[in-house]
């Protein structure tokens, strides 16, 4: 059946910064392959950890406008203060290869991947059990300074306000519980009937 498949698939994921996206992520590549995990480009400062090309494309905001202007993006959006941006060129290589392309976006860059790709889009929202907990992760991970911190939790609030626009809605309490629940969005995201061609199959069915 693979095969009458018209192309790869997208999976959207989003959800508050230190929900536990990355943690997560990590947990199911142990289980799937042939998927690309679409590195977003950036303007924010590197964190202690991160490699550039590996978790971001860490840009300049000159560059990063300027690849706007030369339409380089699928989406891109200001987020925390800050640009990020999916680069079109490798997803459209990686969804002709049939692979499942994953995005970890925020909420309007999901709006705009639903607006141009959404026969082939499966979006899941994560969040923690609690604000409280949000902030917990966020102080306890380390990695963002006290004012950045503080935004993101005020952001947090306006994020979860969307999570009726996504097909899935996890909550990531227990890890191995949740990262089991996304690989079965990832798995389900696979078999949606808008991947098919209809009329391929059909004339293959009625053949044999
Ligand atoms: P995000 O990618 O959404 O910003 P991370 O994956 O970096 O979030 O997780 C933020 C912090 O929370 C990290 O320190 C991570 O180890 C921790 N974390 C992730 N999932 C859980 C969980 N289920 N329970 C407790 N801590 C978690
Ligand atoms: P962080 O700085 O914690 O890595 O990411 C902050 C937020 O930016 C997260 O909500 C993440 O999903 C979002 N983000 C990362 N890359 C992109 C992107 O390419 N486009 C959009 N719209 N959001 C992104």
Redesign the pocket.
């Known amino acids: 059946m693979n095969n009458l498949l018209n192309k790869g698939s997208i999976i959207v ?6 929900c536990g ?1 990355s943690s997560l992520l990590k947990e199911v590549y142990k289980y799937i392959d042939n998927y690309y995990f ?1 590195i ?3 303007t ?1 400062q590197i964190r202690d950890g991160e490699s550039n090309g590996i ?2 494309h860490f840009v300049s905001k000159e560059e990063f406008e300027k690849d706007i202007e030369a339409g380089n993006f699928l ?3 200001q ?2 203060g ?1 640009y ?3 680069s079109l060129k490798l997803i459209t290589e990686a969804l002709e290869l049939k692979k499942i392309v994953i ?4 909420v ?3 709006d ?1 991947v639903r607006e141009k790709l959404d026969a082939i889009t499966t979006s899941v929202f994560i969040t923690t059990p609690s604000l409280d907990e949000l902030s917990n992760r966020l102080t306890s991970r380390a990695t963002d300074t006290d004012e950045v911190i503080n935004n ?1 939790i005020k952001n947090s609030k306006i ?1 979860i306000q969307k999570i009726q626009k996504y097909d899935y809605f996890i909550i990531n309490d227990n890890l191995e519980l949740a990262s089991k629940q996304l690989l079965n969005v990832i798995e389900c995201s696979k078999i949606k009937t808008s991947l098919f061609d209809k009329d391929m199959i059909i004339e293959k069915w009625l053949s044999n």
């Open positions: 994921i989003s959800g508050p910064s230190g996206k679409s977003s480009t950036t924010r978790d971001y989406e891109w959006a987020v925390h800050n990020y941006g999916t995005f970890d976006i925020d309007q860059g999901h705009i993101r994020e």
